[in-house]
Nanobody, 117 residues
Framework: QAQLVESGGGLVQPGGDLRLSCAAS????????MSWYRQAPGKEREWVAT????????NYANSVKGRFTISRDNAKNTVYLQMNSLKPEDTAVYYC??????????WGLGTQVTVSS
C-alpha cells in the first residue's frame, strides 16, 4: 500500500528555518515526480515546489523562490523541503504529492508549519 508521511513541521519565529521530510513507501519512489503543496486556513491548496524523478530539475512558486529548496534522496525514498527565512504568510499545512506512471497519484496527510513570534 502506497504511503507518504510528512514530518518536520512545527512552530518557528519569523526569519527562522525548518526542514520538512516526506517518507515514501509502497511504490517505486524513483519513478515519481515529487511535489510540495501547502494550504493555509481559509485558502485553497497551492503548489510550492516540484522535483523531477531523477532529481535534476526543480521548480518553485514565486512566493518561495530563493527561500525554499526541494531535494530528494532516492536511496532513502524521501523528499525534503528546506525552508529558510520563513514568514508568517508561510503558515500552512504542508503536503507532499507523488505523481507517477499511468496517472498514479498519492498524497500525504500533511504537517503543520506555523510562523509566529
Amino acid at each position: 500500500q502506497a504511503q507518504l508521511v510528512e514530518s518536520g513541521g512545527g512552530l518557528v519565529q519569523p526569519g527562522g528555518d525548518l526542514r520538512l521530510s516526506c517518507a515514501a513507501s509502497g511504490f517505486n519512489f524513483g519513478m515519481y515526480v515529487m511535489s510540495w503543496y501547502r494550504q493555509a486556513p481559509g485558502k485553497e491548496r497551492e503548489w510550492v515546489a516540484t522535483i523531477s524523478s531523477p532529481g535534476g530539475i526543480t521548480n518553485y512558486a514565486n512566493s518561495v523562490k530563493g527561500r525554499f529548496t526541494i531535494s530528494r534522496d532516492n536511496a532513502k525514498n524521501t523528499v525534503y523541503l528546506q525552508m529558510n527565512s520563513l514568514k508568517p504568510e508561510d503558515t500552512a499545512v504542508y503536503y507532499c504529492k507523488a505523481d507517477g506512471p499511468r496517472g498514479s497519484l498519492y498524497w500525504g496527510l500533511g504537517t503543520q508549519v506555523t510562523v509566529s513570534s
